[in-house]
Nanobody, 125 residues
Framework: QVQLVESGGGLVQAGDSLRLSCAASARTFYAMGWFRQAPGKEREFVAAITRYETKYYADSVKGRFTISRDNAKNMVYMQMNSLKPEDTASYYC?????????????????????WGQGTQVTVSS
């Protein structure tokens, strides 16, 4: 059974950094991504990376967040720098078995096959 387990969340101040990790069991995925969800809001795309190291970012995090993966270890990471209070959310790791059928699929949480349980990131001002 596939499991995704996130770690690395926490409470930090604005301007600080955090590194999220996601460990995937059982198989290698075509793509892995990070989404986030704040209370009362929809789950939104943050970043994704394919097995070929192609990376995608939401405009709101470009230049501040960096996604990476270690295929040998089935791990994906997200380095988050210059954190802002608006980054406060539960962050979820997601995995996609096969390539997206349409380009916009990478931004749609419904296109991902597996999800982690989430890790909370809280940024105080």
């Amino acid at each position: 059974q596939v499991q995704l387990v996130e770690s690395g969340g926490g409470l930090v101040q604005a301007g600080d950094s955090l590194r999220l990790s996601c460990a995937a069991s059982a198989r290698t995925f075509y793509a892995m991504g990070w989404f986030r969800q704040a209370p009362g809001k929809e789950r939104e795309f943050v970043a994704a990376i394919t097995r070929y190291e192609t990376k995608y970012y939401a405009d709101s995090v470009k230049g501040r967040f960096t996604i990476s993966r270690d295929n040998a270890k089935n791990m994906v990471y997200m380095q988050m720098n210059s954190l802002k209070p608006e980054d406060t959310a539960s962050y979820y790791c997601a995995a996609k078995i096969d390539p997206w059928m349409v380009a916009v699929g990478k931004f749609d949480p419904r296109s991902y096959d597996y999800w982690g349980q989430g890790t909370q990131v809280t940024v105080s001002s």
